[in-house]
């Protein structure tokens, strides 16, 4: 696969002028290795982190009229990107492998796969918290904790339980709970503000339902 430097300019928006064609380059040059990092976070493939962060890039290049240059591009490419692997996951949890018996066999003896859409099963929370309607930028930090972080933050802001029923649940004194949460609630506020977004508190959760 090309660089995102190679990518040609000119050729994917003609409507650009020479000045703006240079602003675009030097700000994809400039952000290129935190695009990439972050695909490559949110990915855990260098593969696919490679593809989205030359897939945002070229996206961006085509709609690069229609950016407000009173933010960041930092910002707006992060969107883009995280856009991009929010559709490649879903995509790809709908998208069920499968050998078809009808199928014919392939000149080397092997069997053809086909893909079907695969019926529904009941969500672990993990899933149930980052299928929700949350910003992008939310769904991009959760992300980035721990599995166990996650459903932490689920139970607690989500099905709003108290801190005792938690405990029962992970096996854990409610202490441990409450130290654990509190950490978890931390790095996601600093992943979100790594991110450049103003949160009032967890920015894009639904508010803990009970009293601890």
């Known amino acids: ?85 929010l559709d490649l996951r879903r995509n790809r949890e709908r998208r069920v492998k499968t050998v078809s018996y009808d199928a014919p066999l392939t000149p080397d003896g092997s069997d053809d796969s086909v893909h079907f859409e695969a019926a529904s099963d009941a969500m672990t929370p993990v899933q149930a918290l980052l299928s929700q309607e949350l910003s992008e930028e939310m769904v991009v930090s959760l992300k980035q904790l721990s599995p166990e972080q996650r459903e932490l933050i689920w139970m607690a802001d989500v099905e709003g339980l108290p ?7 992970i096996h854990a004194p409610v202490g441990t709970v409450r130290s654990r949460l509190h950490r978890a609630h931390k790095q996601l506020r600093a992943l979100l503000a790594g991110l450049r977004v103003s949160t009032p508190s967890l920015g894009g959760l639904p508010a803990a339902k009970a009293a601890r």
Do not use: C
């Open 1 to 85: 696969m090309e660089t995102v430097t190679t990518i040609n300019t000119t050729n994917l928006n003609h409507e650009l002028s020479r000045a703006e064609r240079a602003e675009f380059e030097r700000q994809m040059n400039r952000t290129y290795r935190k695009v990439f990092d972050l695909a490559y976070r949110l990915s855990r493939s260098r593969s696919d982190a490679e593809d989205l962060t030359q897939e945002a890039f070229v996206r961006a290049l085509k709609a690069y009229r229609s950016y407000e240059g009173d933010r960041p591009f930092e910002n707006w490419i992060f969107r883009i990107v995280t856009r991009l692997y």
């Open 163 to 169: 801190y005792k029923e938690i405990a029962d649940r």
